[in-house]
């Protein structure tokens, strides 16, 4: 059996694990373009779980660990990979281990096949190769050992052992993945958070942190946050804290404990020095008070109706704040359609805030934004409708997901690129209906063609071609088209490979790393070559990672 406080040990572990792996999780990436890493997001995501995971005490239930998992990660997912992540350790653990004080090997198998259904589900097009076909094939392997009767530590080795075998068969099913030499990063993530689960399962511990930090006890200090983790469960009507001033030869606290686990739950009592703090849910508060008495003088009692309050606690919980802490003013949905983009860059920033969007949530490449930080956007928004725009493939599913949890109707759409997400914006008609508007703005964003000029992140080979560090990458339509040693050669060949017989228009923005001079100096090529037949446009876009993002149209 897993009781609640070794399956929150297990997932404190796989955080730890992933996030001291995520370096090399990150260089398994092929394509080289500096990008929010698989193991970054991953290790990201996980550490949003971490810190609530940190706060439950080793009362819990496998229950609520699994709820807090999926509620933590499913808020704090980052990138494909930490959503994936999410839907695996997250929403599959919840569901399959709904009500269930302590899991079996069983429950366990049907965690991670739920898990897997969630997250090919979530893809539009799921592709083998990657940490889906890992989790898959793994999660077969668990139904197989659950089905005849493995214990615990011998089905869980096995499971890893699985996991390791698919994941050295990527490469044969990406030929990308082949050609550079490497196994999917994002497999390769999750077998490194399931042995470390491992560690925990077989009696080993938790996996050290980066600083060596183990799970830390409830303390007074940490007391309010831990009684936060339980504010969902709602099985008793009174919420009931207080303070004991403990009297001289005073029973252990452990016997308060036990007593008031005989009339509520998510009992949290902890023992100092001087003072006893308690926690209770229970229908008999008065009981527990008189039991505390006992023990020494009562300061400050507390009884709270919770089945009263669960709409504000609710509210509470899905604070409009950024996974940063950052608060969204929160906005009620007034007007009809409001819009939300994701963009870095003070240039760019103002670009859609001009074109009519409400809120630019700061993100992009390298800096992939949470759904929780998406959420709180869309929640700033006074709109009944709202469309995201995520302008990055990577940041799409994060997007989704927050449409089932924000409180308004939200459309996702698919723009990859800061160009399309401009384009969508412009193609919105206020005079249009919803489904009028969600076409025409995907069609115009559709017909966008997205230039960009970045750098190597690392040495390495993709496509057929050998690429050093730092050396200049075209990208066409997101696809490497060249390498260059010149940024602005660079850009000056990429448009002419984009401009076509139908283009009518030309932009140019550059970013932080460019100068006004240089950025000058590549308009003037452009317009010497162009300038008689096509529109163009040159804007300070102040983005990193991208010398040039070039739209044409």
């Given at each position: 059996m897993i009781s609640g406080?070794?399956?929150?040990?297990?997932?404190?572990?796989?955080?730890?694990?992933?996030?001291?792996?995520?370096?090399?999780?990150?260089?398994?990436?092929?394509?080289?373009?500096?990008?929010?890493?698989?193991?970054?997001?991953?290790?990201?995501?996980?550490?949003?779980?971490?810190?609530?995971?940190?706060?439950?005490?080793?009362s819990v239930t496998a229950a609520q660990v699994a709820r807090t998992m999926e509620s933590a990660l499913l808020r704090g997912a980052r990138g494909n990979s930490g959503?994936?992540?999410?839907?695996?350790?997250?929403?599959?653990?919840?569901?399959?281990?709904?009500?269930?004080?302590?899991?079996?090997?069983?429950?366990?198998?049907?965690?991670?096949?739920t898990g897997v259904e969630r997250a090919?589900?979530?893809?539009?097009?799921?592709?083998?190769?990657?940490?889906?076909?890992?989790?898959?094939?793994?999660?077969?392997?668990?139904?197989?050992?659950?089905?005849?009767?493995?214990?615990?530590?011998?089905?869980?080795?096995?499971?890893?052992?699985?996991?390791?075998?698919?994941?050295?068969?990527?490469?044969?099913?990406?030929?990308?993945?082949?050609?550079?030499?490497?196994?999917?990063?994002?497999?390769?993530?999750?077998?490194?958070?399931?042995?470390?689960?491992?560690?925990?399962?077989?009696?080993?511990?938790?996996?050290?942190?980066?600083?060596?930090?183990?799970?830390?006890?409830?303390?007074?200090?940490?007391?309010?946050?831990?009684?936060?983790?339980?504010?969902?469960?709602?099985?008793?009507?009174?919420?009931?804290?207080?303070i004991v001033d403990k009297k001289e030869g005073a029973e252990d606290a452990i016997k308060l404990r036990a007593y008031l686990e005989t009339i509520g739950d998510c009992v949290v009592v902890v023992d100092d020095d001087e003072i006893i703090k308690v926690h209770v849910h229970t229908n008999s508060?008065?009981?527990?008070?008189?039991?505390?008495?006992?023990?020494?003088?009562?300061?400050?009692?507390?009884?709270?109706?919770?089945?009263?309050?669960?709409?504000?606690?609710?509210?509470e919980a899905t604070s409009n704040k950024t996974t940063a802490g950052i608060e969204y003013p929160y906005a009620a949905p007034e007007k009809e359609y409001g819009f939300v983009a994701v963009a870095a860059g003070d240039g760019i920033e103002a670009m859609f805030m001009d074109a009519g969007a409400d809120c630019v949530v700061?993100?992009?490449?390298?800096?992939?934004?949470?759904?929780?930080?998406?959420?709180?956007?869309?929640?700033?928004?006074?709109?009944k409708t709202v469309f995201v725009l995520p302008n990055n493939k990577n940041i799409i599913m994060a997007a989704e997901q927050a449409v089932k949890l924000a409180d308004r109707r939200v459309c996702v759409l698919q723009t990859r690129t800061i160009p399309q997400g401009l384009s969508a914006l412009l193609a919105f008609d206020p005079g249009e209906d919803f489904n009028v508007n969600r076409t025409a703005m995907t069609k115009a964003f559709e017909r966008v063609k997205t230039g960009q000029i970045t750098f190597a992140a690392r040495d390495s080979e993709f496509a057929g071609q050998k690429i050093q560090k730092d050396e200049i990458l075209a990208l066409d339509n997101g696809k490497l088209s060249f390498i260059e040693k010149d940024s602005e050669k660079a850009a000056y060949r990429l448009i002419k490979r984009l401009v076509?017989?139908?283009?009518?228009f030309?932009?140019?923005?550059?970013?932080?790393?460019?100068?006004?001079?240089?950025?000058?100096?590549?308009?003037?090529?452009?317009e010497e070559k162009f300038g008689g037949r096509l529109d163009i446009n040159l804007i300070s876009g102040g983005q990193p990672v991208y010398y040039y993002t070039i739209s044409v149209e």
């Open positions: 406080s070794v399956l929150r040990d297990a997932f404190i572990s796989a955080a730890n694990a992933i996030s001291n792996s995520k370096k090399q999780v990150d260089e398994l990436n092929v394509f080289p373009v500096p990008d929010g890493d698989t193991g970054t997001n991953m290790s990201m995501t996980m550490q949003n779980a971490r810190k609530e995971l940190l706060l439950m005490d080793d959503v994936i992540t999410s839907l695996i350790l997250g929403k599959g653990f919840s569901k399959a281990l709904k009500e269930v004080k302590s899991a079996e090997v069983s429950d366990i198998a049907a965690c991670l096949e090919y589900r979530s893809v539009m097009k799921p592709t083998e190769g990657t940490i889906l076909t890992v989790a898959r094939l793994a999660s077969v392997r668990a139904s197989e050992l659950a089905a005849k009767g493995t214990e615990l530590v011998p089905f869980w080795e096995e499971v890893c052992l699985e996991a390791e075998r698919v994941l050295e068969t990527t490469p044969e099913l990406l030929p990308t993945l082949k050609k550079a030499g490497v196994v999917d990063a994002g497999g390769k993530g999750l077998c490194i958070m399931l042995r470390a689960m491992g560690r925990v399962f077989n009696g080993e511990g938790i996996v050290p942190d980066e600083s060596g930090e183990q799970s830390a006890p409830v303390t007074i200090e940490t007391f309010a946050s831990v009684v936060g983790a339980f504010d969902e469960d709602i099985h008793y009507t009174y919420c009931t804290e207080y508060p008065g009981l527990a008070i008189q039991k505390g008495l006992e023990f020494g003088d009562m300061n400050l009692p507390k009884v709270e109706n919770m089945r009263r309050q669960h709409d504000a606690k609710k509210k700061k993100g992009g490449q390298t800096m992939n934004p949470s759904t929780q930080d998406i959420l709180a956007a869309i929640q700033s928004c006074p709109a076509g017989s139908e283009s009518e030309i932009t140019i923005i550059y970013g932080s790393d460019i100068s006004d001079a240089q950025a000058e100096s590549l308009r003037a090529r452009v």
